[in-house]
Every structure is written in C-alpha cells, then in structure tokens.
Nanobody, 127 residues
Framework: QVQLVESGGGLVQAGGSLRLSCAAS????????MGWFRQAPGKEREFVAG????????YYPDSVKGRFTISRDNAKNTVYLQMNSLIPEDAAVYYC????????????????????WGQGTQVTVSS
C-alpha cells in the first residue's frame, strides 16, 4: 500500500506557473501508474495528467496539453505536475492518485482505475 501527500498548491495570477508535488511513502512510485486529477466546486473530478508504471508514456487531455507536464523522480519517490500558462478555469483541488495493476505501458485516465489517493492541494488562479 502507498500513501500519497500533495503539496505546492496556492494562489497564482493567470499566466503564471505552479509545480505540484506528490510524495509517496510505503512503496516506490515506480510500482504504480500515477495520475493527477482536479475537482472544482460543483464539478466532477477531472483527469489532467498521467504517467505509466514503466515511466515511458504520459497522457494529457486537450484542456491542459502543452501547458501541464507530469514527471516522476524515482530517487525522491515523488511525482510532479508542472503547470504553466495557468488560466482561471484551472482553479480546483488537485489530487494525486496511484494504481498498481494497470498494464505498465498504459496510462489510466479514469478515477475508478486508481486505487490510492492523496488528500488534495488547492490551486487558485486569479484573473
């Protein structure tokens, strides 16, 4: 079992950048497909980035493609989400998630495909 703790959220102006971190404990992140989701008030949880268990594949929805980048540091047992060119619509609570069973070369993109979740970190974007 893995425990996930997100950090790095905060208030940023539109056009700015933030880097979120997801620190894992209990097991190494290289044992999991890792994903980032977000949820704004009144909206469903939305997938924004994922990396396959083997680390070779990343996947983004069109809403963030070219602006967000997911990466993984096995030595630090941490997954990152670099967010650039932020817009007010990016404001949400951001969650890190892990899945140990998805095929190693694929990226799960649905929340029910992930077994473990962090507590979330708030991102606010001012216009």
């Amino acid at each position: 079992q893995v425990q996930l703790v997100e950090s790095g959220g905060g208030l940023v102006q539109a056009g700015g950048s933030l880097r979120l971190s997801c620190a894992a404990s209990g097991r190494t992140v290289s044992s999991y497909a890792m994903g980032w989701f977000r949820q704004a008030p009144g909206k469903e949880r939305e997938f924004v980035a994922g990396i396959s268990r083997n680390g070779g594949v990343t996947y983004y929805p069109d809403s963030v493609k070219g602006r967000f980048t997911i990466s993984r540091d096995n030595a630090k047992n941490t997954v990152y989400l670099q967010m650039n060119s932020l817009i007010p619509e990016d404001a949400a609570v951001y969650y890190c998630a892990a899945d140990p069973t998805f095929p190693s070369y694929l990226v799960p993109a649905r929340s029910y495909e992930y077994d473990y979740w962090g507590q979330g970190t708030q991102v606010t974007v001012s216009s």
